[in-house]
C-alpha cells in the first residue's frame, strides 16, 4: 500500500483519513470516506484500484467530475476510461473491450448507465472487485441532491456480484452519513470522517444591496488581479451578464453553465485549468471535481442553494492549502428564486393521481400485471418535472406497490457497413439462421433497418437479449452501426388494491414535506451569514464536526463584521389586483390544451416563472403575465390566486 503511493503516485505519506479508508477496502471491507472537498477522497479508490484483482467501477453523478478524474488516473499510467453520452458509439465499444479483457482497471459511468440493458448485459459478465459511489449523499432523501436512481445501486451491487463498496462525499450531516451506512450496511468503524474545518479558508459575508453587487465584485476582483477566481451565480443569465459586465471593465472572465454546448464548455474549463483564464463565472454546473489547486477566491454573486451547496463549492478554494477568501455577497433579493426551484419540483396532487391511474388501468384491480412507461411522455401527460417523477416511482417502489423489472430501448435499428452475404458468411448452422432471421424481419428504410423484436419472438423464439447481444458483437465488430432510443421502463405491478385518491394525498403530503425541508434548509443558510458565531464554526457544526475551534480567527464575524443582512424592495400590494386580467390568456389556452381548469399551484407558477411541463409545450412564456410575480415570495402569490379562485 505505501509502495504503491509513492511509486505510482508520488507522495510519501497519506493525508489524514486516506489510510484508514484504503486500508478497510484491501482488507474487504466496505466503507465510507467523508472528507471535506479537497481533501483527497478519490486516492481512497484510485489506491486500492491498483491492487485489487479486478474491475472497479465508479459511478459518478457529472461527467466533468469524470474527465478530471480521468485526466489524473492518466497522467499516472492507471488504465482507466468512462463510458458517457459524450462518446461515439466506437469509442464505448473500444472501452468495453478493453473491460472485457482486463486490461480496464478503472471504470467510470454514471448511475443513469446502469438502466441500458446493453450495458447491464456486458458489466454482468465482467469481475468486479469493487463499486465506488461517488458524491454518495444523492443515495438520502435526506441530502441537499437526492438522486432517485441512486436508490438502486445497492441492488445494482446485489445484481452484479459485488462483493464491497465505497461511498465518497464532502457534505454529510449526521443523518445523511447513518441513511448511507444502513443502505449498504457498512460498519459504523468504517466510516472516515476528517472533519469539515478548513483552516486556510477565510469565510466572509458581506451585506450589500442587489445594485450595488456588480461594482463591489469588479473592486473585489481588481484588488486581486490575476489570481484564479470562481464567481457562482444562480441563473444561466446572471452568468452571461456578470461574465459580459467583468469583460467590459477590464477583468478577463467567462460564462460557464448548462445551456452551453458541450465542446464551449470544455474549451473554457480547460483554459481556466491552465491558466489561461483566471476568472469564471458560473452556475454549480461548474466546479464538480475540479482538480485545480490554487483557486484563491469564491465569491457566491448570488445566495448558495444551501449549507450543502456552500460547503461543497467554497471547496475548491485553496485546495494547495495557501490562504484562499470566500466571499458571499449576501441579500435577501434572490431568495424567491432558490425558492421557486423548490417549489417546482412539488407535484400537483392532480399530476400523482394520474400516474396512480396509468398504473391501475396496466395492472387491473388484481395486480400481478407490468407497466410500461416512458420517462418523457409520462412527465408531460402528469404535468410532473422529470426529477420529482423520478422520486414518485421510487416511493411507489418503497410501498410494494410498484417493483422495477428491467429497461429497454423500445428501437432499435442498425446500418450495415458490410453487405448482408458477407455477415452471414461469419456464421454456420443454428447461428447463421439466427443472424438471417434479425435481417430478414428488420423493417427497412433506404439505410437503416428498425429491428421488429415481435416477430423474431413469435415466429423465430428469438429472446430479445440475446438479439441485443448479437447487435452489440456486430458493432464491436465494424459489421454495422447501431443505435437506440425510447428508453422504456417495466415495471411489476405487485399491489394494485391502492386508494387512488387516499394514496395521492399521501404521497402530494410526502413531497409538501420534502417541500417544507428544502425551504428549512434555505433558512439554515441564511442564519449561517447572519450568525453571530464564527462562521467557521457554525459550518462545520452542522456537518457535525465537533473538532473545529470555537473561533477561527479569519472569518468576518471574528474580524468583528456580524452581516445583518438588507431586507428586499417593497413590493406594490396584490390586494385590489384582477388574476383575470393578469393570466387571461393562460386559463383559456390551458383548458383548451389540457381540457381542464388550473389549479391554485399551476396558476401560482405561470406568475411567477416556475417551468412545468405543460408549459414547455404550451409555450407558455409566451403569454401576457408570464413571470410578472416572479419577484413576490410563492407562498404570497399562492394565497392571493386561492382567493380570487
Known amino acids: 500500500m505505501h509502495d504503491t503511493l509513492e511509486r505510482v503516485f508520488g507522495f510519501r505519506q497519506f493525508r489524514p483519513g486516506q489510510e484508514a479508508a484504503v486500508s478497510a477496502v484491501l482488507a474487504g471491507r466496505s466503507a465510507a470516506a467523508i472528507f471535506p472537498t479537497g481533501s483527497g477522497k478519490s486516492l481512497c479508490y484510485q489506491l486500492p484500484a491498483l491492487l485489487l484483482p479486478h474491475l472497479t467501477l465508479v459511478v459518478s453523478p457529472l461527467l466533468a467530475l469524470m474527465q478530471d478524474q480521468l485526466a489524473f488516473l492518466t497522467r499516472h499510467g492507471i488504465a482507466a476510461a468512462s463510458i458517457d453520452s459524450a462518446q461515439s458509439r466506437e469509442q464505448t465499444a473500444q472501452t468495453m473491450a478493453r473491460a472485457r479483457s482486463g486490461e480496464l482497471k478503472v471504470l467510470m459511468i454514471s448511475v443513469e448507465r446502469l438502466k441500458n440493458e446493453r450495458f447491464r448485459n456486458f458489466i454482468s459478465e465482467v469481475p468486479i472487485s469493487l463499486l465506488v459511489v461517488d458524491e454518495a449523499h444523492c443515495i438520502s432523501e435526506w441530502g441537499h441532491n437526492f438522486r432517485p436512481d441512486y436508490l438502486k445501486l445497492p441492488d445494482y451491487q446485489k445484481q452484479f456480484r459485488i462483493p ?109 485549468m491552465e491558466g489561461a483564464l483566471n476568472c469564471i463565472v458560473a452556475t454549480i454546473a461548474f466546479g464538480m471535481g475540479i482538480d485545480k489547486s490554487d483557486i484563491r477566491q469564491v465569491v457566491h454573486y448570488d445566495l448558495p442553494k444551501s449549507l450543502e451547496n456552500y460547503s461543497q463549492e467554497i471547496g475548491r478554494a485553496g485546495r494547495d492549502g495557501q490562504r484562499s477568501e470566500c466571499l458571499v455577497l449576501a441579500n435577501r433579493d434572490s431568495l424567491n428564486v432558490l425558492e421557486n426551484f423548490v417549489y417546482g419540483d412539488t407535484p400537483e396532487r392532480e399530476g400523482i393521481r394520474t400516474v396512480l391511474e396509468e398504473i391501475r388501468q396496466a395492472a387491473g384491480d388484481q395486480g400481478g400485471g407490468q407497466w410500461e412507461t416512458m420517462l418523457v ?164 457544526h452542522y456537518f457535525g464536526d465537533q473538532q473545529a475551534p470555537r473561533h477561527c480567527g479569519h472569518c468576518s464575524v471574528c474580524a468583528g463584521h456580524v452581516a445583518h443582512l438588507p431586507e428586499p424592495p417593497a413590493l406594490p400590494p396584490l390586494d385590489g389586483q384582477s388574476l383575470h386580467n393578469r393570466c387571461a390568456a393562460f386559463l383559456e389556452k390551458y383548458r383548451s390544451a389540457r381540457g381542464a381548469t388550473p389549479s391554485a399551484d399551476c396558476i401560482t407558477r405561470f406568475l411567477c416563472g416556475i417551468s412545468v411541463p405543460a408549459f414547455t409545450r404550451m409555450r407558455a412564456r409566451t403569454l401576457p403575465g408570464y413571470a410578472t410575480l416572479e419577484d413576490y415570495p410563492c407562498a404570497r402569490v399562492r394565497d392571493w390566486v386561492q382567493a380570487q379562485l
Open 377 to 540: 411522455p409520462l412527465s408531460d401527460q402528469s404535468n410532473i418535472r422529470q426529477l420529482p417523477l423520478k422520486t414518485l416511482l421510487v416511493q411507489l417502489e418503497l410501498r410494494g406497490i410498484i417493483a422495477p423489472r428491467f429497461a429497454y430501448f423500445a428501437e432499435y435499428r442498425y446500418k450495415l457497413l458490410i453487405d448482408s452475404a458477407a455477415l452471414l458468411g461469419h456464421f454456420e448452422g443454428e447461428r447463421r439462421q439466427f443472424v438471417e432471421a434479425i435481417l430478414t424481419t428488420s423493417a427497412r428504410a433506404r439505410t437503416w433497418a428498425t429491428l421488429d423484436f415481435d416477430t423474431l419472438y413469435s415466429r423465430h423464439s428469438a429472446e430479445r437479449a440475446r438479439v441485443v447481444k448479437a447487435l452489440d458483437y456486430f458493432q464491436e465488430r465494424g459489421w454495422v452501426e447501431l443505435e437506440s432510443k425510447q428508453m422504456t421502463e417495466v415495471y411489476s405491478v405487485l399491489d394494485a388494491s391502492f386508494a387512488v385518491d387516499k394514496l395521492s394525498d399521501e404521497l402530494h403530503r410526502y413531497f409538501k414535506r420534502h417541500e417544507e425541508s428544502e425551504i428549512a434548509r434555505i433558512g439554515a443558510m441564511l442564519e449561517l451569514l447572519a450568525s453571530e458565531d464564527c462562521l467557521s464554526w457554525r459550518l462545520a
Open 164 to 272: 464491497q463498496v465505497l461511498l465518497l462525499t464532502a457534505t454529510a450531516t449526521p443523518a445523511v452519513i447513518a441513511d448511507m451506512r444502513a443502505k449498504f450496511a457498512i460498519a459504523e468503524s468504517d466510516v472516515v470522517t476528517t472533519g469539515f474545518y478548513r483552516a486556510n479558508l477565510d469565510l466572509q459575508v458581506e451585506p450589500i444591496s442587489s445594485a450595488a453587487r456588480r461594482a463591489r465584485l469588479v473592486q473585489w476582483l481588481r484588488e486581486r488581479s490575476g489570481q484564479p477566481a470562481i464567481v457562482y451565480v444562480t441563473q444561466q443569465k446572471t452568468a452571461e451578464e456578470v461574465a459580459a459586465h467583468l469583460a467590459e471593465r477590464g477583468i478577463p472572465a467567462c460564462a460557464y453553465h448548462a445551456g452551453m454546448e458541450h465542446p464551449e464548455r470544455e474549451g473554457i474549463q480547460r483554459r481556466f
